[in-house]
């Protein structure tokens, strides 16, 4: 029998909050993990890809455990990107819309002033999601305080070591080391990981989500075999035959989003790119055009697309194909989402076709010709 969040020991007013934002019935990786956080809550792996519920799984566990009698940080929440972070604070800003007494979160990254992130700091905090490089400038300052923590956790640990966080981090963990359990979730756990694992972390308790079951079933999988040469007209003639459907379009690098972004543009498509060039304000208003709607489609990087969270998405275009596995399946999951139908279209050129085959028996998904 299915469980519900009840069962998982969430109280009502969380509850009546998830269940405000539609998210009525708990994942594998929720239901594996909450009750070992709320009842034990020491050191936890989580093995589990971006759009299986992460946030919920260790950010319900965390409000349960906030003392609002004591006006100090007791949890922190590292992730890699700005865009996550401002995710995750907002998530659980709506979790705790019924609780009877405030739970304050505070989000801190690069990209804006510093003092004025340090002026929200003096208020009154619970938690604090951050950006590895940010914390450490706070920490150097000496303008936040991690002496009550209780918990650390670190959000898609895999990509904060690929982005080059892996001194940043080591350095918080050694500044926070006895006095918190470390809960730690990522897609996948490279021998780096591993290093920070056997170090920091005590006898941590795994749960892993099996790749089979991480796909969204709602998601339908198509490529459509194409020329260098044409790919940019076939996109173009996608975009025209899907003009009343939003969705973002996925590149390998910064200069072919920005390039292609240039290009569409020419073509009269209201798109714009989002990566990691660009300042924090920029990012900010192409982010309000796309989710009020004023733009149908963005070009992203795999890196900037983290924390995206957009309802509606119709499609997902993987104009360059990912150098990673576990990239289609962070891109694949911005569509589909809330109980929604999508689907994901990949571009491949004639002598990679092979590549499809693989991806579709690694993740253990039928991807058809679109043409089929």
């Known amino acids: 029998m299915a469980k519900t969040f009840k069962d998982l020991g969430i109280s009502d007013k969380f509850i009546q909050a998830l269940e405000e934002n539609n998210i009525l019935k708990p994942t594998q ?41 004591l006006p100090a940080i007791q949890a922190l929440i590292l992730c890699p990107t700005r865009e996550l972070g401002q995710q995750i604070a907002k998530q ?28 929200r700091l003096k208020r009154a905090t619970h938690i604090v999601v951050a950006t ?26 895999d990509e904060m070591l690929s982005m080059g966080f892996k001194k940043d981090i080591d350095k918080i963990l050694e500044y926070t080391n006895g006095q918190r359990h470390t809960w730690l979730f990522s897609a996948t756990i ?3 990981l591993n290093e920070i ?21 709602n998601i339908s999988h198509k490529y459509v075999v ?20 939003r969705g973002i379009v996925f590149c390998r690098t910064k200069k072919n989003a920005e390039t292609l972004s240039k290009q569409l543009y020419a073509r009269n498509f209201k798109v714009e790119a989002i990566h990691g060039d660009m300042g924090q304000r920029d990012r900010e208003k192409v982010m309000r055009a796309f989710k009020s709607e004023r733009l149908q489609t963005l070009i992203a990087t795999d890196i900037s697309a983290r924390g995206i969270d957009v309802q509606n998405l119709n499609y997902v275009i993987h104009y360059d194909l990912p150098d990673q596995l576990e990239y289609y399946t962070h ?42």
């Not at 590895?132 to 640990?157: F, M, Q, Y």
């Not at 260098?228 to 996109?235: F, S």
């Not at 999951?333 to 076709?353: V, Y």
Request: proline share 3%.
């Open 132 to 157: 590895p490089g940010r914390l450490i400038d706070l920490l150097e300052r000496k303008a936040i305080s991690l002496d009550n923590i209780k918990t650390l956790v670190l959000d898609e640990a």
């Open 92 to 119: 659980l800003f709506r979790f705790t819309k019924y609780c009877d007494k405030k739970i304050f979160t505070e989000a801190v990254y690069g990209g804006e002033k510093i003092d004025i992130q340090i002026g």
């Open 331 to 372: 891109r694949s999951g911005r569509t589909a989402r809330g109980g929604k139908k999508g689907f994901s279209l990949i571009f491949i050129a004639p002598n990679d076709i092979d590549k499809i085959r693989d991806l579709g028996q690694q993740l253990n998904i039928q991807i058809t010709n679109i043409n089929s």
């Open 197 to 217: 694992i056997t170090t920091y972390m005590k006898e941590p308790f795994k749960v892993e989500i099996d790749k089979e079951q991480i796909v969204n079933e």
């Open 29 to 69: 990786i929720q239901e594996e993990a909450i009750p070992y956080l709320m009842e034990v809550g020491k050191d936890f792996i989580g093995q589990a890809q971006t759009g299986t519920g992460k946030t919920a799984a260790f950010g319900l566990p965390i409000l349960h455990h906030i003392d609002t009698n």
């Open 226 to 245: 194409v020329d260098l040469k044409d790919k940019l007209d076939v996109l173009a003639r996608f975009l025209k035959e899907n003009s009343k459907s």
């Open 190 to 192: 490279p021998s780096a």
